[in-house]
């Protein structure tokens, strides 16, 4: 990629990124680092879990994002009744009135759109949260053994709610690896909720604007995994995701203490890809691994469960996390 398109590249992903944020920050008030690490993985092509508490605008913070990027939106509300086909689309047989002829047409699900809310996703069985599996990681839907391609971008994010537990299907090691990001919504501080209650009880509705089209974010994507990423870098995220396996050899004493299943090889892919994001949003076309550190608590902490030991001592993955990039060591750089 010659220089000046690179510069190009950059200038055009951290315009669109302002442009976004301006754009949601007109209906949602601040949860700023929770709309930046959704930037985040949007640029770099992965998809999200974003968990809070209800009524903190999960759902309109998304389909306000649907809004400003102009892109296809649906959303799946996730009960212990749906079906995988309620989400993929089934096939039903038609008759023509006029020559009687029959054939059978697919009808596409709520999964054949750009930006796709799963709400509520641990209130369904696992069989339907597998549905989603394939459309995730391939982009397609296979149904009666044919593929339709999903159209691009394609961009799942999945709420859950962490009270009201019971009824609830905790989703399984292998769907939870499928998101880049776990995102942890909070509450907002009082000033932030004085200004949502006033706003949100007026009659004032803000006028949004469309910041980019699906294909610019499709060639973003592609802009994002050409920034380079030094050996030091690659082999600091390498090191963080197997230090979280408490089987191996160089597991600190506090993995092997606290934690009953670490991280897999995704890990370091997200760890770079989401360093490699954050970069170039902040208008450097190399990732750092200030730039590995800063993700990794949103890559990590739905990757690394803990044990008994560490929920009698009200341990928690986060807590992991931080002192695990304070144990592990940055690789020195190779001149």
């Known amino acids: 990629m010659p220089a000046t398109e690179e510069i190009q590249a950059i200038d055009k992903l951290m315009k669109g990124r302002d442009l976004i944020l301006q754009q949601l920050k007109k209906v949602i008030i601040g949860q700023e680092e929770v709309l930046d690490q959704m930037l985040m993985a949007l640029f770099a092509g992965g998809h999200c879990l974003i968990e809070g508490v209800p009524g903190l605008a999960k759902t309109l913070m998304i389909k306000t994002l649907a ?57 369904t069985p696992p069989k339907t949260q597998a549905a989603l599996l394939e459309a995730m990681q391939e982009y397609h839907v296979t149904t009666g053994g044919t593929e339709f391609a999903l159209e691009q971008p394609f961009f799942v994010l999945a709420t859950q709610n962490p009270i009201e537990q019971e009824g609830t299907y905790p989703l399984p090691e292998a769907q939870l690896d499928r998101f880049m990001f776990k995102i942890v919504i909070d509450y907002p501080s009082e000033e932030e909720e004085a200004t949502i209650v006033s706003t949100t009880t007026s009659v004032d509705e803000p006028e949004l604007e469309t910041a980019l089209s699906g294909e610019e974010i499709v060639n973003l994507n592609k802009v994002v995994r050409r920034v380079p990423a030094a050996d030091n870098v690659v082999q600091y995220a390498v090191k963080l995701a197997r230090a ?76 992991v996390i931080d002192r695990l990039l304070d144990t592990v060591q940055e690789p020195a750089v190779r001149m």
């Open 67 to 123: 809004q400003i990027l102009n892109l296809k939106f649906k959303r799946i509300q996730f009960t212990p009744d749906l079906m995988p086909a309620d989400i993929t689309g089934t096939d039903v047989l038609e008759e023509d009135r006029a020559t009687g002829h029959r054939e059978i047409r697919f009808i596409p699900g709520p999964i054949f759109a750009n930006i796709l809310l799963a709400d509520e996703i641990n209130r």
């Open 244 to 319: 979280t396996r408490p089987k191996d050899k160089d597991a600190p004493d506090f993995i092997q203490q606290w934690v009953r299943w670490g991280a897999g090889p995704r890990a370091g892919q997200y760890l770079i890809l989401g360093a490699k994001t954050r970069a170039i949003l902040r208008g450097r076309f190399n990732a750092s691994c200030e730039d590995v550190k800063s993700v990794a608590h949103a890559v990590f902490r739905h990757r690394i469960l803990t044990n008994f030991h560490a929920e009698a001592e009200g341990i928690d993955s986060d807590a």
